[in-house]
């Protein structure tokens, strides 16, 4: 279904989220203060304002208020991301998500009621050193709330038995979502499937049930 979004402050990370919506055929109203930001991505946008984003007025005549989601995706500066988000509110926007440069801003943010905060370049740090420091984990997705979904390798001792044998779930209060084995996919797979050397498992949980299966999920800042 198509939407209409807004994002507020461009720059890599801005411009990066209007293309990939362009590319999901939805609708984009970009706003910032740099013309020539607005000039490189005015293709991928069904309108560009050049304004201040923390000026109500400019966000009215864009149309901000009629959007469905808005995106702050200026963070650098705090007091613009700030006030543009308190408007944003104001305006009754439904879904409101800013990106924030440190946890002491995220904080911040969360006090006016925005609905998700995002800290990319922490994610992408985290993710990375998850990578380097892990054997086998695959990849690494934070849901919040101490829940995260990862992909791996199995376990040495897991390889040769049955999931009704680990039982996961019972055990280690983990989620087996699906198995990858070379170019198949098994989803929600049978309790009698043996796992095999080479096997990429999905797994939900807590990060403390994978801490205690010594798979390194560490990655609090």
């Known amino acids: 279904m198509r939407k209409k979004f807004g994002v507020l402050g461009i720059g ?11 590319y ?22 069904a309108k560009t304002v050049a304004g201040d984003i923390t000026n109500e007025a400019t966000l009215k005549e864009a149309g901000i208020p009629e959007c469905d989601t808005v995106i702050i995706a200026e963070s650098s500066n705090i007091e613009s991301n700030v006030i543009a988000a308190q408007l944003c509110k104001s305006l009754g926007v439904p879904k409101l998500i800013c990106k924030a440069h440190n946890t002491v801003h ?3 943010l969360s006090k006016l009621g925005v609905d998700q905060i995002i800290f990319p ?13 892990s054997g086998r984990m695959l990849d690494y997705f934070d849901m919040g709330e101490n829940l995260t979904i990862i992909s ?3 376990l040495d001792r897991w390889v040769g038995r049955t999931l009704a044998d680990l039982d996961l779930r019972n055990k280690h209060n983990i989620v087996l979502l ?11 797979p049978s309790w009698s499937m043996i796992i095999e050397k080479g096997d990429i498992l999905v797994l ?9 299966l010594r798979v390194d999920i560490t990655h609090k800042t």
Do not use: H, M, W
């Open 121 to 133: 370049e922490q994610d992408t740090a985290i993710k990375l050193v998850n990578r380097l420091t």
């Open 204 to 212: 939900f949980g807590k990060e403390e049930s994978f801490k205690e």
């Open 106 to 108: 995220g904080k911040i």
């Open 24 to 45: 999901k055929n939805q609708e984009v109203i970009a706003i910032d203060a740099d013309k020539a930001i607005l000039e490189e991505i005015k293709a991928f946008a």
């Open 152 to 154: 791996t390798e199995p």
């Open 12 to 22: 890599r990370f801005g411009s990066k989220i209007i293309k990939e919506l362009y």
């Open 178 to 188: 699906a198995i990858r084995r070379g170019n198949e996919n098994f989803l929600v």
